[in-house]
C-alpha cells in the first residue's frame, strides 16, 4: 500500500528527539485529515520515507496511541483512530470539568504579561477566522487556553488536560464550529479574558465549562446529521 502524499517533507532536527519528530509529524498528518480515520500506518513504508529504523517508529506510534490519535490491533497493525460519538460525549465534559477547575485556579496567578498574550491570542484568532485558515487559528486557540491551563500551577492537571487536547476529537470537529459558531466564539473568549481581568474566579469558571459543553453539544449535532446523509434520512 503506498503511503499517503504529503505537501511537506520529513526534515530531521537534531537538537529534537527523533521519536518527537516523527511524532508531530504524523499527529499534524492525522489532525489535517491527510491521514484519514482506518488508514493503517505501514512501519516499512514510513521507514522507507523517513530514511530510519523501526525503533523510533515504534515508539512513536505508541505515544500517538496514548494520545487517542492512532489504535493498534495485534496482528493487523496500526490504523488512524475513527471518531465515533462515545469518543466525544467522554472527552468533552471531562475537559469542561478539569478546565474550568484550571481557569479557577490560574485566577489568582495570571500575570499583566499573560494577560497580554491572551488578548493576543484572541486578536490572531479572530484575524486568522475571516481569512479561512483553520490551522493557524486553532495554533492561537490552543494558545489562549494553554496560558490559563498553566497558570493553575497543578502539574497534574495541567498534564491530564494536554493529554485530552490532544486527542484527535477536537481538531477534527474544530472545523465546524469555527463555521458555525464564530460569533459566539471569540464573543465567550473575550469574556472569559474580561473575567480574569476582573479576577472573578467563580464566572470564569462556570463560562468556561459552560463553553467547552457548548461545543460538545454543537459536534454532536454534526454527527447526527452526518448519520442521516448517510441514511438517506
Do not use: C
Request: overall charge neutral; cysteine-free.
Amino acid at each position: 500500500m503506498e503511503f499517503i502524499t504529503v505537501e511537506k517533507e520529513f526534515s530531521p532536527q537534531y537538537q529534537v528527539s527523533l521519536v518527537e519528530q516523527i511524532t508531530e509529524f504524523l499527529t499534524n498528518a492525522i489532525i489535517e485529515g491527510r491521514l484519514v480515520g482506518g488508514q493503517r500506518l505501514i512501519e516499512n513504508e514510513l521507514q522507507r520515507r523517513f530514511g530510519i529504523s523501526r525503533a523510533p517508529i515504534r515508539e512513536s506510534f505508541r505515544i500517538l496511541e496514548r494520545n487517542g490519535l492512532v489504535i493498534t490491533h495485534p496482528r493487523k497493525g496500526t490504523f488512524v483512530r475513527k471518531i465515533i460519538q462515545k469518543d466525544i460525549e467522554e472527552n468533552f465534559p471531562i475537559r469542561a470539568s478539569l478546565e474550568s477547575l484550571a481557569a479557577r485556579l490560574a485566577v489568582p496567578n495570571l500575570q499583566p504579561l499573560e494577560i497580554e498574550e491572551m488578548e493576543l491570542a484572541l486578536l490572531r484568532m479572530t484575524e486568522e477566522a475571516k481569512k479561512n485558515d483553520f490551522k493557524s487559528y486553532l495554533k492561537h486557540h490552543s494558545k489562549y487556553h494553554e496560558i490559563f491551563i498553566h497558570a493553575s500551577k497543578n502539574d497534574t492537571l495541567i498534564r491530564i488536560i494536554e493529554d485530552l487536547r490532544r486527542q484527535v476529537i477536537w481538531f477534527r470537529f474544530s472545523y465546524l464550529y469555527i463555521q458555525e459558531s464564530s460569533e459566539y466564539a471569540f464573543r465567550v473568549h473575550r469574556e472569559i479574558l474580561n473575567l480574569f481581568i476582573k479576577r472573578d474566579v467563580e464566572r470564569v469558571e462556570a463560562i468556561v465549562k459552560e463553553h467547552i459543553l457548548f461545543a460538545l453539544d454543537r459536534f454532536l449535532k454534526f454527527l447526527a446529521s452526518k448519520n442521516e446523509g448517510n441514511t438517506g434520512g
